[in-house]
């Protein structure tokens, strides 16, 4: 029986975990976590913010997903959008799904990433 989600895999071009961490540490306000040494040797990155994780893998022929992204509950989502465009990052709003304030929003390398939270 599946109990939770562990964690989301996003992909992104070997070399660009600098800007990674920007973005993820930086803006989102996650915080880095170690990956196994076993793992590290194949470059990327781990996220972490209370028990959401997000692991950035190196790809080759990487290409960001048109529609694929993970959904990412916040809290004072106005203040949470607001942070990210202080910080250069492109924030879209969408209305189109009912009891929820949304946004979208894309990491350095074109992930999608969408924030909501319920209202109500």
């Known amino acids: 029986m599946i109990t939770a989600v562990d964690?989301?895999?996003?992909a992104a071009p070997p070399g660009s975990e600098e800007r990674l961490r920007a973005y993820y540490v930086g803006?989102?306000?996650?915080?880095?976590?170690?990956k196994p040494p076993v793992?590290?040797?194949?470059?990327?990155?781990w996220f972490q913010a209370g028990p959401v994780q997000l692991h950035l893998g190196m790809e080759e022929d990487f290409r960001p997903a048109k529609k694929a992204h993970p959904g990412l509950?916040?809290?004072?989502?106005?203040?949470?959008?607001?942070r990210l465009a202080a910080h250069g990052a492109r924030v879209e709003w969408d209305?189109?799904?009912p009891g929820y304030?949304?946004?979208?929003?894309?990491?350095?390398?074109g992930n999608r990433l969408e924030f909501l939270e319920p209202v109500g």
């Not at 964690?7 to 996003?10: I, W």
């Open 7 to 10: 964690h989301v895999l996003l």
């Open 95 to 97: 209305e189109n799904l």
């Open 27 to 34: 803006v989102l306000g996650m915080t880095e976590i170690p």
């Open 73 to 82: 509950r916040v809290t004072a989502i106005e203040r949470y959008g607001a």
């Open 101 to 109: 304030k949304r946004f979208y929003s894309y990491d350095p390398v």
């Open 39 to 45: 793992l590290a040797a194949r470059g990327g990155c």
